[in-house]
Structure formats: C-alpha cells, structure tokens
Antibody
C-alpha cells in the first residue's frame, strides 16, 4: 500500500524559512517522480514543484521560483521542499503527491504528471 | 500557463441524478487531463486520467470524455458518497494547472 507522510509544517514569520519532508513507502521511490501541491485555506489546488526519480530534472511554478527548492533522498525514501523568503500568501496545506503511471513526456524530454496518491498534507502558516 | 475553467462552480443535485461537470482549457491539451474528487478535510483522490481512463477501484458510474480544450466528468447516478468537490488538472505542459473546482452539493 502506497503511503505518503508529510511533516515539517508550522507557523513562520514572513521572510522566514521552513523545510517540509515527505516519507514514502509502498512503492519503488527512486523510480517515481514526486511533486508538491498546495491548497490555501478554503481555496483550490495549486501545483508547486516536481522532481524526477533521479533528481536530474526539477520544475517549479513561477510563484515559487528562486524561493523554494525541491530535493529528494532516495536512500531515505524522502522528498523535501525547502522554502525560503516565505510570504503570507504561501499559507496553505502542502501535499506530497506521487505521479501516476500514465504520465506525459513531450519531444523535448520534459515530463508532466497527474497524481495517483497524495499524503494528508502539512500546514504552513505564514503570519506576523 | 494554461488556464483551466470549470463549470458550474457549484452544482446542486439529488441522489440518483445524472450530473456533468465541464472543464475547459485555454489552449489545446490533447487528452492530458485528470479529474480528482476531494471531500472536506481529506486529500484529493484520483478518479480519471488521460481524459477518460478510470483509476483502479473507481466506480463505473464515473466517466470522463473530451479532448483538445473541452472535457466533461459525468456521474451517471449520484450516490451519497459522491457529494464532494471535483477538480480537473491538465498535464500537457508546465505549469501544471488545476481548475478552480466544482462543489457538488445535495439538493
């Protein structure tokens, strides 16, 4: 059974930093691209970042580029999101998500994903 | 970025009804569309990918169709467990984008 368990959320001041973690089990973690998706309170879903299994490619939403960094440690089956320069509008529940099997790779070598398993999320609150 | 627009934003229906949710993309995404169901306080659950393929274990009353810029999610006979919020997501290109959601509520 696939399980994704996020941690690391909390209350942080604007401009502060936080590192989220997601421990995965139930599948061969190193073979699978992983992503972070967030959901502000009462709002919809928003993709944040994705990373390939081998870490050779990462992608980011424009609103986090230069501030957030996605990494993974395949020896620990763990996905990370390092968040810096946090803003009030980064307040959200952050989900770790596993890419589905039928992903889309274009001719340029870029792959795009849907998500077949999600964690329960970790809440990040940015407030003074 | 590709914008995904769902309609309606809220849908009131009764158990046994057939309901349809529409998702429109601002440019063609081929068939690279997924649908999710999210209940209050829970993580999203994948229902459909590649516009029409049901994920494992999803009841057959759910179906998806469409290609290019217009897609639909249909529930053939609403069950009490189906009252939730539904999201579409394109995975044709980055940034990956979701629709704003359709809340399905009990009439």
């Amino acid at each position: 059974e696939v399980q994704l368990l996020e941690s690391g959320g909390g209350l942080v001041l604007p401009g502060g930093s936080l590192r989220l973690s997601c421990v995965a089990s139930g599948f061969t973690f190193s073979n699978v691209a992983m992503s972070w998706v967030r959901q502000a309170p009462g709002k919809g879903l928003e993709w944040v970042s994705s990373i390939r299994g081998s870490s050779d490619k990462t992608d980011y939403a424009d609103f986090v580029k230069g501030r957030f960094t996605i990494t993974r440690d395949n020896s620990k089956n763990t996905l990370y999101l390092q968040m810096t320069s946090l803003r009030v509008d980064d307040t959200a529940l952050y989900y770790c998500a596993k890419r589905g099997a039928g992903y889309n790779c274009d001719g340029g070598g870029s792959c795009h994903y849907y998500f077949d398993h999600w964690g329960q999320g970790t809440l990040v609150s940015v407030s003074s | 970025d590709i914008q995904m627009t769902q309609s309606p934003s809220t849908l009131s229906a009764s158990v046994g009804d057939r309901v349809t949710v529409t998702c429109r993309a601002s440019q063609s995404i081929g068939g690279w569309l997924a649908w999710y169901q999210q209940k209050a306080g829970e993580a999203p659950k994948l229902l459909i990918y590649e516009a029409s393929i049901l994920d494992a274990g999803v009841p057959s009353r759910f179906s998806g169709s469409g290609s290019g810029t217009e897609f639909t999610l249909t529930i053939s006979s609403l069950q009490p467990d189906d009252f939730a919020t539904y999201y579409c997501q394109q995975y044709n290109s980055y940034s990956l984008t979701f629709g704003q959601g359709t809340r399905l509520e009990i009439k």
